[in-house]
């Protein structure tokens, strides 16, 4: 006879390589001896408590991950963004679940994430409702609403940048019979704790625009972005304060390392690479081939890359030396 999943043999809690996602949705163990109860009055809240003995993910592979998101959104001349949440987040509470409110869960990484469509159409929202903006150029950047085109500018997923810190949360409804369509609301119901699944504050995710087709804007919907997780937030029951980010700016000791040089010039970073790109090759060629060069590199990309100077330099040095740069990139 084959059991289900939730009668096999198995743990009482998830293990720390374990993927969350997968132990969520599809082992829960918690169900009432009485089918008609569910998981009866402490199974929903017994089960969301075996995802919150340990911070969720694998390190080595989200930084992994980080990584190979961060050289994408370089390459093709995006901006790359890390927020933190304010307070409790809470993503895919409407999916399907035994506990009644379900949650979004990476597919391969076990971490709670945020879909790309999801903050596009937030990222949409607070352009058009809020900040209104022409509806062309809404339609321009976003793509028109029911059409095929999908607009200029990507969104990615916003995946957190190391294991995720979870809590448990709870909804109570006071008038569950009028919600279920049966009675009329009344003072006399009573209210019916619920818990669910939340992100816990002070969780870092990092989020990646790319241009398809227009680097301005690209830096127009940065700014929305920027207001809209402040302000309406992300995710689920957001009415009620919960999604709320707040920009995170890291250390950036590449960056440090270029402004430091332009400074000692008298010029901006971006003056410098524009009009003393002989004197910036020669102090990036300088630095020793440890964990700075490349990323400072980077930094010397996106500027070349905003100007349009990359792909097509405008003069035969200029080339020369971003030629340089390129063939160290790739044999490295």
């Known amino acids: 006879m084959n059991l289900p ?8 809690e998830l293990g720390p390589k374990g993927n969350a996602g997968l132990w969520y949705d599809k082992f829960c163990f918690k169900w009432d001896d009485d089918w008609r109860n569910g998981l009866g009055d402490g199974g929903k809240s017994a089960w969301i408590d075996t995802v919150l003995h340990n ?3 694998d390190g080595a592979l989200l930084e992994e991950m980080a990584e ?8 093709l001349g995006g901006r790359a963004l890390i927020f933190r949440t304010k307070g409790p987040f809470v993503t895919g509470l409407g999916r399907s679940h035994p506990v009644e409110n379900g ?15 999801s903050i596009k159409g937030m990222v949409r929202s607070w352009a058009l409702n809020w900040k209104k903006i022409d509806p062309d150029v809404v339609s321009n950047i976003f793509g028109p ?9 990507v969104f990615l997923d916003a995946l957190p940048l190391r294991p995720v810190a979870l809590k448990k949360e709870i909804m109570t409804p006071h008038y569950g019979p009028y919600y279920s369509g049966s009675e009329p609301p009344a003072d006399w119901n009573s209210p019916i704790p619920i818990p669910f699944l939340a992100v816990d504050a002070g969780q870092e995710f990092l989020f990646g625009l790319i241009p398809r087709t227009s680097t301005k804007d690209c830096e127009k919907t940065e700014a929305w972005l920027l207001e809209a997780l402040q302000c309406i937030g992300a995710g689920a029951k957001t009415a009620v304060g919960y999604g709320r980010f707040e920009f995170f700016e890291p250390p950036n000791p590449e960056r440090e390392w270029l402004e430091g040089l332009a400074k000692s010039k ?13 004197v910036l090759k020669e102090n990036w060629d300088s630095i020793e081939d440890g964990p700075l060069k490349r990323p400072v590199l980077q930094e ?7 100007l349009g100077w990359w792909d097509d330099p405008p003069a035969k040095n200029t080339r020369k030396i971003i030629e340089t740069y390129k063939s160290w990139e790739d044999g490295h």
Do not use: M
Not at 5 to 12: A, G, K, N, Q, T
């Open 103 to 117: 949650f979004a869960w990476h597919h391969s990484l076990g971490v709670p994430y945020l879909p790309g469509s």
């Open 145 to 153: 609403e029911g059409s095929g085109n999908v607009g200029s500018v």
């Open 266 to 278: 008298g010029k901006t970073a971006e003056n410098l690479a524009r009009e003393s790109p002989i």
């Open 5 to 12: 999943l939730y009668r096999c043999s198995v743990p009482e």
């Open 300 to 306: 010397i990309k996106k500027i070349y890359q905003q």
């Open 68 to 75: 190979r998101r961060r050289s994408l959104i370089s390459d």
């Open 55 to 57: 911070k969720i993910g």
